[in-house]
């Protein structure tokens, strides 16, 4: 339909009826809005009234305790358990090697002060331990581990469970202590491998290295070791027949240096030239274990069939079969020969002993009679008499030994010659204090333990 049709049909229609169409269309309106508005109330007032349900029912359980979460299936309440925080996880010590910690690998060598001696309770045992040369005060306070005691003066050395080295705080400064022995009779050796180096099967054992013995080294005895050489044991079947022998052995502790019998660099077969059965039959020992460490003190003679430790620690001879095995392991089967002439040497031994004692061998030069004299005061001293050694200005003394009950240095020299006696008085400053014992060079003594100690 054209836009001229529809104006014309508008035209038509009376002008009265548009204006009543026009007002029944506003009251409608009006009265559907007032409807809409009604419903919005009601529905605003439930609303309403289910929050004010839900808050009075959530008041009325927590006032009785009584959460819908605790209820189980079968009725009965269950109070509800506390969150509990699991504990944070201990972490683990920083393991510090043995090697950065001794003196002679940490390029702060200092001169041994030799011989002190401390005992720490190893169980039924007491522990002997000497002190070594460390890397330092600090060093080792950074590397203490768990104290060992009730005191918190010995402790592990971080990371390490066994007893072989410790660390020793007295609240001032910290040093490190090695073990030597059990302070005690007879025991069976079994006791310090478990105990002390934590060792209960030849499983913790992973290598063996055999050295030639080292306490002759003159050119001829250097010649003798260069022939031995040094090997390394990593078979699995002689590590365990190693570590049977060393476990079923008995330790008769420390200065027992008349049960043992390595040899004399010294004697001589024909009268003239020296045999240096001690160096051809002798072998040190260091077994490394699973967890780093190295037990270097062991060391055996084929003389006598028997192992032994510097500071006359003896252990039981083996049996004819063991020292067998035991020969062909580490090597020296080769020199059982026309060298081992262990009857021989006992009798020379025993006359050499014997010219010893009248030598004055083994006496007292000096003895202390300062009584009343301070630890500080005898360390202090034993520093200067260890300087001298160092500086090779008293090649005449081979230890120096701080002892208590009094106080007092204990120095062993090779000379009893007054200016060299004197020259040692000079350094003790008070006076009293030193303890000097005279050993002639090459007497098969306690003392050779100084011969190659480093």
Same mark, same amino acid.
């Given at each position: 339909?054209k836009?001229?049709?529809?104006?014309?049909?508008?035209?038509?229609?009376?002008?009265?009826?548009?204006?009543?169409?026009?007002?029944?269309?506003r009251?409608?309106?009006k009265?559907?809005?007032?409807?809409?508005?009604?419903?919005?109330m009601?529905?605003?007032a439930a609303?309403?009234?289910?929050?004010?349900c839900?808050?009075v029912?959530?008041i009325?359980?927590?006032?009785?305790?009584e959460?819908?979460?605790?209820l189980?299936?079968?009725?009965y309440w269950?109070?509800e358990?506390?969150?509990?925080?699991s504990?944070?996880?201990?972490?683990? $010590?920083?393991f510090?090697p043995?090697?950065?910690?001794?003196?002679?690998?940490s390029?702060?060598f200092m001169?041994?002060?030799?011989?002190?001696?401390?005992?720490?309770?190893?169980?039924?045992?007491?522990?002997?331990?000497?002190?070594?040369?460390?890397?330092?005060?600090?060093?080792l306070?950074e590397?203490?581990?768990k104290s060992?005691?009730?005191?918190?003066?010995?402790?592990?050395?971080?990371g390490?469970?066994?007893?072989q080295?410790?660390?020793?705080?007295?609240g001032?400064e910290?040093?490190?202590?090695?073990?030597?022995?059990f302070?005690?009779?007879?025991y069976?050796?079994?006791d310090?491998?478990k105990?002390?180096?934590?060792?209960?099967s030849?499983d913790a054992?992973?290598?063996?290295?055999v050295?030639?013995a080292?306490?002759?080294?003159t050119?001829?005895?250097?010649?003798?070791?260069?022939?031995?050489g040094t090997?390394?044991?990593t078979d699995?079947a002689a590590?365990?027949?190693i570590?049977?022998?060393?476990?079923?052995m008995?330790?008769?502790?420390?200065g027992?240096w008349?049960?043992?019998?390595?040899?004399?660099?010294?004697a001589a077969?024909?009268g003239?030239?020296?045999?240096?059965e001690a160096?051809r039959?002798?072998?040190?020992?260091?077994?490394t274990?699973?967890?780093?460490?190295?037990?270097?003190?062991?060391?055996y003679?084929?003389?006598?069939d028997?192992?032994?430790e510097?500071?006359?620690?003896?252990?039981?001879?083996?049996?004819e079969e063991q020292a067998?095995?035991?020969?062909?392991?580490i090597?020296i089967?080769?020199?059982?020969?026309?060298?081992?002439?262990?009857?021989?040497?006992?009798?020379?031994?025993?006359?050499q002993?014997?010219?010893?004692?009248?030598?004055?061998?083994?006496?007292?030069?000096?003895?202390?009679?300062n009584?009343?004299v301070s630890?500080?005061?005898?360390t202090e001293?034993q520093?200067?008499?260890s300087?001298a050694m160092?500086n090779?200005?008293?090649p005449?003394?081979?230890s120096?030994?701080?002892?208590?009950?009094?106080?007092?240095?204990?120095v062993v020299?090779?000379?009893?010659?007054?200016?060299?006696?004197?020259?040692?008085?000079?350094?003790?400053?008070?006076g009293g204090?030193l303890?000097?014992?005279?050993?002639? $060079?090459?007497?098969?003594?306690?003392?050779d333990?100084?011969?190659?100690k480093?």
């Amino acid at each position: 339909m054209k836009s001229e049709d529809i104006s014309d049909a508008l035209g038509l229609v009376d002008e009265s009826m548009i204006s009543h169409a026009l007002m029944v269309r506003r009251k409608k309106k009006k009265l559907r809005s007032k409807r809409n508005n009604i419903w919005i109330m009601r529905y605003a007032a439930a609303a309403g009234l289910c929050l004010v349900c839900a808050g009075v029912a959530a008041i009325w359980s927590v006032l009785r305790h009584e959460p819908e979460s605790d209820l189980p299936q079968n009725g009965y309440w269950v109070q509800e358990q506390p969150i509990q925080e699991s504990p944070e996880p201990e972490m683990p $010590e920083q393991f510090a090697p043995i090697s950065s910690l001794l003196a002679s690998n940490s390029g702060n060598f200092m001169a041994q002060q030799t011989e002190k001696y401390a005992a720490v309770p190893i169980e039924q045992y007491s522990g002997f331990y000497t002190e070594v040369p460390s890397a330092g005060s600090s060093v080792l306070a950074e590397s203490m581990g768990k104290s060992i005691d009730n005191t918190g003066e010995w402790h592990y050395v971080s990371g390490h469970s066994d007893l072989q080295y410790l660390i020793r705080n007295d609240g001032q400064e910290s040093s490190l202590w090695k073990f030597q022995c059990f302070d005690s009779g007879e025991y069976p050796y079994d006791d310090v491998l478990k105990l002390v180096y934590q060792i209960d099967s030849a499983d913790a054992i992973t290598e063996i290295e055999v050295a030639p013995a080292r306490m002759d080294n003159t050119d001829a005895g250097k010649k003798i070791q260069e022939e031995v050489g040094t090997r390394k044991i990593t078979d699995r079947a002689a590590i365990e027949t190693i570590y049977e022998m060393l476990s079923g052995m008995t330790c008769y502790g420390s200065g027992q240096w008349e049960r043992i019998d390595y040899g004399d660099v010294e004697a001589a077969g024909d009268g003239q030239t020296p045999s240096h059965e001690a160096v051809r039959l002798g072998r040190y020992l260091s077994i490394t274990t699973d967890y780093g460490n190295v037990i270097d003190g062991l060391k055996y003679t084929a003389v006598s069939d028997m192992f032994y430790e510097f500071s006359g620690i003896a252990y039981s001879p083996l049996t004819e079969e063991q020292a067998a095995s035991i020969c062909e392991i580490i090597g020296i089967m080769e020199y059982e020969g026309e060298d081992r002439q262990s009857h021989d040497v006992k009798t020379e031994d025993a006359q050499q002993e014997k010219e010893n004692s009248d030598d004055g061998a083994g006496t007292a030069l000096l003895e202390n009679t300062n009584t009343d004299v301070s630890l500080e005061y005898v360390t202090e001293l034993q520093t200067k008499v260890s300087s001298a050694m160092m500086n090779h200005e008293m090649p005449f003394v081979i230890s120096s030994s701080v002892y208590e009950n009094p106080y007092r240095l204990h120095v062993v020299v090779t000379s009893n010659a007054e200016e060299d006696l004197q020259r040692l008085r000079d350094l003790d400053t008070i006076g009293g204090v030193l303890e000097i014992e005279y050993v002639p $060079e090459n007497t098969n003594s306690r003392h050779d333990l100084y011969e190659q100690k480093n």
